[in-house]
């Protein structure tokens, strides 16, 4: 028998026939005896178990409810006998209008008032059927089998399709089902009789009370059953229909939210809310009003479950949706909650959002010996740096001081980190940068980074070892009284350098503490017992304090501040100076030792160095005072190398710095350029290493002033800035290779040969911690600033310049690898692209990095030197390079496409436009040009 045949003379009318039937049960009437002579035409008949007419009266639309109900149950089981169970596409229009129609009579004219109004606007179906007054056993149990037929019909899958699209009734009818208020038993009858319950008036016993409360237990069940297995989304926008409905009743609103919070409890809750409030698609332009108030809704428990409970399901999905890859702008929903949960409750935010986040990090004694893995640290860092280092949003953003108990421990991880390629580098220094930007606690934080102080608030410092895939992981408490104050400062520096504000706070930092270290160390009792070690690590603390404070001095940031307000560095210098010579007065020596007046000479000369470097007019008047001091301190008992310097400032202040920009001079009329030549000379000779690097401070300016003492020495010079190259501080390093820049243009063939092969073995001394790496990032601005002096002349030393940059393309630091990428390209434009063949071997660098690199930094800086090469190159891009430029095209276009970082993935859309518009320009420009050659 064709049960589908069967549906369909079920759910359509023969107008044609019956036009003159205008009665609704008499057209039912008749289309269930039609439907029952096919039937016996196909050798069948129809066995439905219909109502005994003995206990009810005839009701033909129930009849017809349950025919169909029968006719689909057919169906169910002949499909899941037969393994193709496919159907056709009016078969489906016959499914869905047969579950519309028996939504439109078996359930909606039997829901209470209040209880899903407007169903029938969902079901187009109902609107053309006409009423009939039913009694309440009538609705209850015509409901009662409409709902358990339809949930056990929706365990095939063949009907969810069209029991979806009437899942709104359905959830009505469950909850009158399962919640609506029944009438108390009657005291005074004990039973009724069969036939009362269709009189007008209704009486409750207790037979017929308890089974009502068995049937509500029985479609709890059956409601649960069928929330599970619905989509998330499709139940929780019908739920939010149903209480949204104004006449709703109380009963119907108390347990309509209760689901509701129950289903945003679920895994994925939170995002089946956004879906259904923003329509599948999260438009951060359009919707994020509504995302703001979603997040207000979720972060308030509403009183109906276990508030603990709730708030632990809530913020274990905002946790896996911070880290999540799978669900568009998870990042920025997730920090949307956590605010929204932060503002309403910041107790229950930390304890389940923040202390979850940070409880790697969070090392106790008691658990020394569990080691964190690698991808426990990972997932830490990644849900702090996408949690506190908002970019899409920043007023969704926690504020950082609930990250200031773990400040120490994410300063640890990067300090073991820092030259290592571990792919965590940059965003633990995102994340010490956002604590140092708190300007409360940022002079704490500053001395518990460089063990100047012990604070517990800011965490315990870490020991830490890479994994076998090279991440970190955790070993316990770093519990050595050995603090490494110089690389505590070279990390500090690391992180500070490249801002202007934190810089210049450090440099003001340091300033106050080596005064008022000086301070303590004279009022200290001599009573008191101090074994060498404890010498030892004062002197070391001191030295790293001085080295940190002589690199923040080259940056033009901390120049321009400390010349705007000069007061801290004047007050520094004076209370030096102050102590030296009371401290020379006690001991009545003729020279104090060296340690004692070295960081005076370090102030001294910073000083000098601002106010000889300046690049803005400065106010001297300031200085007056200041001048006045110097004069007054100029004893004869000090040291005469000290003297000196002081001479030169207070000569500095007083001709408000002109006597440093004479650029020609006569020898034979004026000997004092001459005398400053020798002076420069004899300062190289000094023990004191800044002493000796201010000599060759001072030949460089010579040289670059075209001094004719300096210029007809210069194979000297030349001698002394390569004898200095090797040296182990960085100040004299950097001071000899900025000299040999100088006499590029004089010495071009050895300078340029000199310094790319140390530019190529600086990696070697890297490794032995003999200078850092930032030092090789400036030896490479310096070569391209080389390469721009020489101007005309630099295309001749095209290759020896290509080839060291192309060496440290791979080196295993990405600083290194970005820096020399950025080398390359401002090379080319320097060369004027003028690189001949020599290019591909360019191009096949970047391709690589591109495809390959890890760190965004360096994928930038290839991405930056593309499209110098495309802009420069123009249309001899295709001729030159061809095919070559495949691969970088597949690079750039994946970049485009799949990068997480949102600035590449724009940078490299801008390298893909330079290169469309060089293929546009090849391809039109001749075939679009027409000319026809005339001879006369």
Request: hydrophobic share 40%; net charge negative.
């Amino acid at each position: 028998m064709d049960y589908y045949e069967i549906l369909l003379h079920l759910t359509t009318i023969d107008k044609t026939k019956d036009g003159l039937i205008n009665d609704f049960n008499e057209r039912l009437q008749q289309i269930l005896q039609k439907v029952q002579t096919i039937s016996m035409e196909n050798n069948g008949k129809l066995e439905i178990d219909t109502v005994d007419s003995k206990k009810e009266p005839n009701d033909v639309r129930y009849q017809y409810i349950r025919t169909i109900v029968h006719v689909l149950q057919n169906i169910k089981i002949n499909n899941s006998a037969n393994d193709e169970s496919l159907y056709s596409v009016q078969q489906f229009r016959t499914l869905k209008g047969s579950v519309e129609l028996i939504t439109a009579i078996g359930i909606i004219p039997c829901l209470l008032p209040g209880v899903g109004v407007d169903m029938a606007k969902i079901c187009p179906k109902a609107l053309s059927i006409c009423k009939e007054e039913l009694t309440d056993l009538q609705k209850y149990k015509r409901l009662k089998f409409t709902a358990n037929s339809l949930i056990q019909l929706y365990d095939e899958i063949m009907f969810r399709p069209a029991i979806l699209g009437q899942i709104g009734p359905l959830l009505a009818a469950l909850l009158q089902l399962c919640h609506a208020p029944l009438m108390k038993p009657s005291k005074e009858a004990t039973s009724i009789r069969e036939g009362n319950a269709y009189k007008d008036k209704f009486i409750m016993t207790v037979d017929l009370y308890d089974e009502l409360k068995k049937d509500q237990e029985h479609f709890a069940c059956l409601f649960h059953e069928l929330l599970s297995k619905c989509p998330s989304s499709t139940c929780i926008k019908e739920l939010m229909v149903i209480l949204g409905i104004t006449e709703a009743p109380k009963w119907l609103r108390r347990e309509t939210r209760k689901y509701l919070t129950e289903q945003l409890m679920q895994p994925n809750g939170i995002v089946s809310v956004i879906a259904v409030v923003c329509e599948d698609v999260l438009d951060l332009g359009e919707h994020w009003d509504k995302l703001d108030i979603i997040s207000r809704l979720i972060v308030t428990s509403h009183g109906t479950v276990n508030a603990d409970q709730y708030y632990k399901s809530i913020c274990l999905q905002l946790l896996s949706l911070l880290t999540s890859t799978k669900i568009k702008h998870s990042t920025t929903i997730a920090n949307c909650c956590i605010t929204a949960l932060y503002e309403y409750n910041s107790n229950v935010c930390y304890k389940n959002i923040v202390a979850v986040m940070c409880d790697p990090l969070l090392v106790n004694s008691e658990d020394e010996q569990k080691v964190k893995g690698e991808e426990e640290v990972e997932r830490c860092i990644e849900k702090l740096t996408r949690c506190f280092v908002v970019t899409e949003a920043l007023f969704k953003r926690l504020p950082c001081q609930l990250l200031m108990n773990v400040a120490v421990p994410l300063f640890s991880l990067y300090n073991d980190a820092r030259q290592s390629a571990c792919a965590l580098k940059s965003k633990l220094k995102q994340l010490v940068l956002l604590l140092l930007y708190e300007e409360s606690t940022r002079n704490d934080l500053f001395g518990v980074l460089l063990g100047h102080n012990s604070i517990n608030n800011f965490g315990n410092r870490l020991v830490t070892k890479f994994g076998p895939t090279g991440g970190i992981e955790i070993v316990g408490i770093d519990k050595t009284t050995c603090v490494k104050y110089e690389e505590f400062a070279d990390t500090l520096f690391d992180i500070v350098f490249t801002t202007e504000v934190l810089s210049t706070e450090l440099f003001s930092y340091l300033l106050k503490y080596l005064s008022n270290s000086m301070k303590l160390d004279q009022k200290e009792v001599q009573s008191v017992l101090e074994t060498e070690n404890d010498a030892m690590e004062k002197i070391e603390e001191k030295l790293a304090a001085v080295k940190l404070l002589s690199n923040l001095s080259n940056i033009s940031a901390v120049q321009e501040a400390q010349i705007e307000d000069p007061k801290s560095l004047m007050y520094f210098i004076k209370s030096l100076l102050n102590q030296y010579i009371e401290r020379r007065l006690q001991i009545r020596q003729n020279s104090p030792e060296e340690d004692d007046c070295e960081i005076l000479y370090v102030g001294l000369m910073l000083m000098k160095m601002i106010l000889s470097e300046r690049k803005k007019p400065l106010d001297w008047t300031v200085f007056s005072d200041f001048v006045k001091f110097l004069k007054e301190r100029c004893v004869s008992n000090i040291s005469s190398q000290l003297l000196l310097l002081i001479r030169e400032l207070i000569e500095l202040i007083e001709t408000q710095g002109k006597s440093e920009r004479k650029q020609y001079q006569d020898l034979s009329v004026n000997r004092k350029a001459s005398n400053k030549f020798e002076e420069a000379l004899g300062d190289l000779a000094d023990p004191l290493l800044p002493v000796r690097a201010h000599g060759l401070v001072v030949l460089t300016k010579l040289i670059e002033n075209m001094d004719p003492c300096a210029i007809a020495r210069k194979m000297v010079l030349l001698r002394l800035f390569n004898e200095n190259l090797k040296h182990e501080d960085s100040f004299i390093y950097l001071a000899a290779i900025n000299g040999l820049c100088a006499l590029a243009t004089s010495y071009p063939q050895v300078v340029v040969e000199t310094l790319v092969k140390e530019y190529i073995d600086m990696p070697q001394r890297v490794s032995t911690e003999e200078i850092t790496t930032e030092t090789r990032v400036k030896l490479g601005e310096v070569l391209v600033k080389m390469t721009r002096n020489l101007g005309e002349m630099a295309p001749a030393y095209k290759n020896i310049l290509i080839n060291g940059f192309l060496c440290a393309a791979r080196d295993t630091d990405s600083l290194v690898r970005a820096s020399s990428l950025s080398c390359l390209g401002e090379l080319c434009k320097v060369l004027g692209f003028r690189l001949g063949d020599i290019v591909i071997e360019i191009i096949y660098c970047i391709s690589c990095i591109v495809k390959t690199d890890k760190a965004p930094e360096c994928r930038r800086a290839a991405v930056m030197v593309s499209t110098l090469l495309f802009r420069g190159l123009g249309k001899s891009t295709l001729t030159s390079m061809g095919r070559n430029l495949v691969d970088l095209y597949r690079g750039l276009k994946y970049l485009r496409d799949n990068d997480e970082d949102l600035v590449l993935r724009l940078h490299a859309q801008l390298a893909l436009e330079e290169l469309d518009s060089i293929v546009q320009d090849f391809l039109l420009s001749s075939s679009s040009k027409l000319e026809k050659s005339i001879i006369l």
